[in-house]
């Protein structure tokens, strides 16, 4: 295993830069890092001590509560602790296409599978 104070994770981007955000991925990774040393391996906590959707959602709240995307970072990364480790025993990752999306709701509060929604 490899000293977390050592490891070097290198991203593969097969499309326009412009969809992602390195700042945020950074994020992402410098929060994980504090909180290893904070509170230890996510393996030892989730999903037996603490809740990842719960905390997830009590971030989002926060976000719309104060506007601080700080807590976005958080709500990707309890995101992705339930990835890691699921809550729900029947969890499993089976790659869907736009057909099986609850698709993307507009501003106005329409929800839409279009791919090219005019905005």
Not at 42 to 67: F, H, W
Request: proline share 8%; hydrophobic share 35%; no cysteine.
């Amino acid at each position: 295993m490899a000293n977390p104070e050592q490891s070097h994770i290198e991203l593969r981007i097969s499309g326009p830069e412009s969809e992602i955000s390195v700042p945020f991925l950074q994020g992402m990774v410098n929060r994980m890092v504090v909180s290893y040393f904070k509170f230890g391996k996510v393996i030892d906590a989730y999903p037996e001590k603490v809740d990842a959707q719960a905390s997830l959602l009590q971030r989002l709240a926060k976000y719309n509560e104060t506007g601080n995307t700080e807590f976005l970072i958080d709500v990707a990364n309890f995101a992705m602790i339930e990835f890691m480790r699921p809550s729900r025993p029947d969890a499993s990752f089976e790659p869907t296409d736009s057909g099986e999306s609850p698709g993307r709701t507009t501003q106005a509060g329409e929800v839409t599978d279009a791919p090219n929604l005019e905005l």
